[in-house]
Structure formats: structure tokens, C-alpha cells
């Protein structure tokens, strides 16, 4: 009876968790474990002769001019976005959720509605702004420095062109991240800010001395993650946005990465890549948690 | 009293300028698609004349977005349910049982959540290359590149570290009296966990589909990938309208695209927008 209990135990448990597993070894670890392995091969894609290189693939990258510059706008990228959308997500949360606003509610729909667009979606609205002749910023920008004056290229010019993206990412992610700082925010008890009144606290001093601190942990999380993700957003916007032009000045890490592996059909050379796209993640998701670590507070 | 009137005046219009940088593009958008291709030329900020439904027909009918646009509902709902199928009773048995390699098991799908799709796409397609390959030689047609159902199979497990951590944090919170009592009426493994603690978990669930739904609805790089001939999903098929339009100019189309891209979305977050912030603070962190 015991052993019959025992054995349809066990075979419940396999036939729960088997499926999720094959599933993700096939799909997930498996080819996480070839980017590896790939980027220690020469190899042209669909022919069948792969070369072992060793770490040949890496060397080449070392004095890759053009991987040096996906690397530049990829920290440049993150280094703004992160910076501003964090800022102002923190700043318009406390607002909304210490601040007695009208239309409120209204506010917050309104703010999360970019995290539900497709990035590609994404992209053909900032084309139609940053269109140069028709664009909805040339002509706004037009009223007060005249018409007759030649367009900017918001997606032409190299050295601007980077800031056109810092803008559409800040605007695709700053309203996700206000959302989560207000619940995180929302736990922090009345009673302080009570007390901080009481004492004459200015609003900017509860801000930093009250807010900050107790959602400290949170942040800290939404940090570490926010620098992964936006790698691969800068990727999805770039590929429908721009392709990495003009003449490189948008290519970013994943960009490159997928450039090499497709249209340059050096497979083994675009997963050397990866592998250091991967390996710079962890190192800057490590490297941000050891710079924020504070004692928790608690409350 | 003078400066607290003009902070919060200063409030009010940095919340309004924010506001208004989302509503007015995304609205735009809606206003261009009813445009004649020659109202584009000039001033962007003029109504559109009348309402030219033509680029709704032409936009499904010429540019292919009604076929994408099955395809795209195909694959997300064939994607949810593997992915709820496969999913859910992985993440109640791992909440709930200590076995040989649960642990192991637990780490693995940690580990999953930062895998990111981006980067193993190209081994995925290298992958589907090859099994195609081998079975040309058997004499069979290729069945992995170009279809649609193994699209759906990828989304889904790819999908599968983030809803497994969702889930099984919500079952690890329910009390194990419920399945206890269940046992002692005789209720059987299965039955105790569709028939009790599914239900139970209606809420996560709910949660689940709304954010797989929005990221399968948008996803395009691995149906970019996967996908090389005719059949398309819908956000691929307005990546290739974006292109025709540089070439064409061929606007109104284009924004009659967008709008078939992010209707549904916006229709859907305007039906559940309570839930689905909620449901962030709950779920915690997309990758």
C-alpha cells in the first residue's frame, strides 16, 4: 500500500516537472551553452566546415575598431538612460504617491501606456517624430527658429543621432519603472512622514532622508535589472529604428552581435561577441550591487 | 505660501508635460492612419480631412497585415496555452515538493530569468537549420524553420523561468491544510492540484496571461528569425511596411499598420490596467 503511495508520488512529480524541463534545457540552456561553445569556432554558418580557433574569435574582437564603437554607444546608452529614467521615475512617483494630484489615476494609466507598445510600434511613432521634413519635433521646433532654416537630422546626424535613441528608450521604460517605485513606495508607513512634518522636514528632505533609504532594497533590484535589460532594449530599438546607421554611429552590442552572425554569416565570430556581451551584463549587474549594498531598514 | 503654490504649480506641469508626450504621438498615430497619402506633405499637425478607410484595406489586403494578423493570434494564444500547460504544474510541484534534484531543478529556472532571448536566438536558428537538414535527408520536408507552431513552442519556453518564479512564489503562500484535507478524502494527486489549487491560483493566472500576452503580441526578433518566407507575425510585418515606406512613402498604410499592431494592446490594458499594475507589484521584475 506504502509503496504503491510512494511510487504514484514520484511518478505525479515527473510528469508535472518533466515537460518545463526538457522544455527549457532544449530551448534555453542548450543554446546558451553554444554561444559558448560557437565562439571558439571559425565557422561560416550553413557550410559544414567549423574550424576550432581557441580564442582566436576574441583576439580578432580586441582590435575590432567597430566593436570598440558598438561598445562606446552601448555605455553611452546605458550611462543616460539609466541615469534620467531613474531620476525622473523616483522624482514622479514620490509626487504621485505623497502629493495629493487631480486626476491622479488618469496619470498613471496614461504613464504605463508605453510599456504595453511593441518596440517595433515604438519605433515607427519616434520615426514619425524625428522625421526631418514632416516630423512632429522639426515642426514644433520649426515655429521658433523659423522654417526656412535646414531641418535637423534627429536620426541623420551621428553625434545626434544617440540622444534621439536615449530619448525613445527613457520614453519607452520611464512609466514601468514609476509604477513599481509608487507600490514599493506605498508600503512606507504614514506615520513617518507624519512625524517628519511635525518636526518641520522639508518635502525634499523626506524625499531623500524617508522615501529614499526605505525603498532602498527595491531599487536597488529595478537597478541591477534595469542595466540588462537595457541591453536588449537598445537592440530592439535600434534594429527597427535605425539598423545601427548612420555609418555605425547607433550600432550597439546586440546589434553587432546579430550583424556579424546574419548578414556577415560569421557565426562563430557574432557568439564571440555575445559571450562578451554576456560576461560585461554580469559584471556590471555585480559591480552595481556591490556599489548600492547598504544595511536594509527596516520599518 | 507663495513658493508652495508655485511648486505645486511647477508639479502640475512637469506631470502634464509627461502626460502629454505620451498621448499626443500615440493619438497622432490613430488621427494619421484616416489620412489621404497627400495630406502628409506639409504640416504634420493638420486634422485629417475626412476619413479615408482605404488604408485599413489596403494595409490588410495589400501589405498582408490581416494574414499576420491570424498568425499573430495563433501563435500567442497556441504560445499561452503550452506555456500555462507546462508551466503551471512545474511551478506547483516545485513550490510545493522537496525531491531528488528539486533543487537543482529551483536553480536552473533562477538561473533561466537572466537568459536573455536576444542572445540565443542564433543557436535556436542554427539549431532548426540542422534538424531540417537531417530530415531532408530522410526524405522528409523541413519542419522547424518556417512554422508557426514551433514559433509558439519557443515563446513558451522561453517564458517558462519568469512564470515558473511568478507562480511558485504564489503557491508556496497557500496554506498546505487545503491539500491535506483533500488527501484525507481521497482525492487523488491530480485531482487535488487541478481541482484545488488551480482555482485558488486564478489571480497569478490571470497575471501570467496578461504579461505573456503582451510580450508574445510584441515580440519580433525571434519571429524575425524563425520566420524567413511568407508568413509573418504582425509586429514583423509592420517592420517590413517601415521599410517599403522609405522606399514608397506610402504613409497612410503605414500608420494603418500601427494602429492593427497596438489596437489590441491598448484595448486589453484599458479593460484590465487595475490588474495589470497590480499584478507588477505582485510579480516584481521583467527581464
Known sequence: ?299 | MNLSKLYKIFIYVALLALAISIVIPVGWVFLASIKENSEFYGNPWTLPKGIYFQNFIDAFEKAKMGEYFLNSIFVTCLALLILLVVALPAAYVLARYRFFGSKLINIMFMGGLFINVNYIVVPIFLMFVDADKFLRLLGTDGFFLNNLFVVALVYASTALPFTIYLLSGFFVTIPRDYEEAAYMDGSGYFRTMVQIMMPMALPSIITVILFNFLSFWNEYIISMTLLTKDSKTLPVGLMQLMQAQKAAANYGQLYAGLVIVMLPTLILYILVQKKLTQGMSLGGLKG
Open chain 1, 1 to 299: 500500500m506504502r509503496v504503491k503511495k510512494v511510487r504514484e508520488k514520484s511518478i505525479f512529480i515527473t510528469l508535472c516537472v518533466a515537460p518545463a524541463v526538457i522544455l527549457f534545457v532544449i530551448f534555453m540552456l542548450i543554446p546558451t551553452f553554444n554561444v559558448f561553445k560557437m565562439s571558439l569556432y571559425k565557422w561560416g554558418g550553413y557550410s559544414n566546415n567549423k574550424e576550432f580557433v581557441g580564442l582566436n574569435n576574441f583576439k580578432i574582437l580586441m582590435e575590432d575598431s567597430n566593436f570598440f564603437r558598438s561598445f562606446q554607444n552601448t555605455v553611452l546608452l546605458i550611462a543616460c538612460v539609466t541615469i534620467v529614467t531613474m531620476a525622473l521615475s523616483l522624482i514622479f512617483a514620490a509626487i504621485l504617491s505623497r502629493e495629493k494630484i487631480k486626476g491622479q489615476n488618469i496619470l498613471r494609466v496614461i504613464f504605463y501606456i508605453p510599456n504595453i507598445l511593441s518596440v517595433v510600434v515604438i519605433s515607427a511613432i519616434f520615426s514619425a517624430i524625428y522625421d526631418p521634413n514632416s516630423g512632429l519635433l522639426n515642426s514644433i521646433i520649426g515655429i521658433f527658429r523659423g522654417t526656412e532654416k535646414t531641418p535637423i537630422l534627429w536620426l541623420g546626424d551621428q553625434k545626434l543621432v544617440i540622444y534621439s535613441l536615449v530619448i525613445a528608450m527613457i520614453w519607452q521604460a520611464i512609466g514601468y519603472y514609476m509604477v513599481m517605485y509608487m507600490a514599493s513606495m506605498a508600503s512606507v508607513p504614514e506615520s513617518l512622514y507624519e512625524s517628519a512634518n511635525l518636526e518641520g522636514a522639508s518635502k525634499i528632505r523626506q524625499f531623500f532622508s524617508i522615501t529614499l533609504p526605505l525603498i532602498w532594497t527595491n531599487i536597488r533590484t529595478t537597478l541591477t535589472f534595469f542595466v540588462i535589460s537595457s541591453i536588449n532594449i537598445s537592440f530592439l530599438i535600434v534594429k527597427a529604428l535605425t539598423n545601427g546607421g548612420p555609418d555605425g554611429a547607433t550600432e550597439v552590442f546586440l546589434s553587432y552581435m546579430y550583424k556579424q552572425a546574419y548578414t556577415n554569416s560569421s557565426y562563430g565570430y557574432g557568439m564571440a561577441i555575445g559571450v562578451v556581451v554576456f560576461l560585461f551584463s554580469f559584471g556590471l549587474s555585480a559591480l552595481i550591487n556591490f556599489v548600492t549594498k547598504r544595511e536594509p531598514l527596516e520599518f
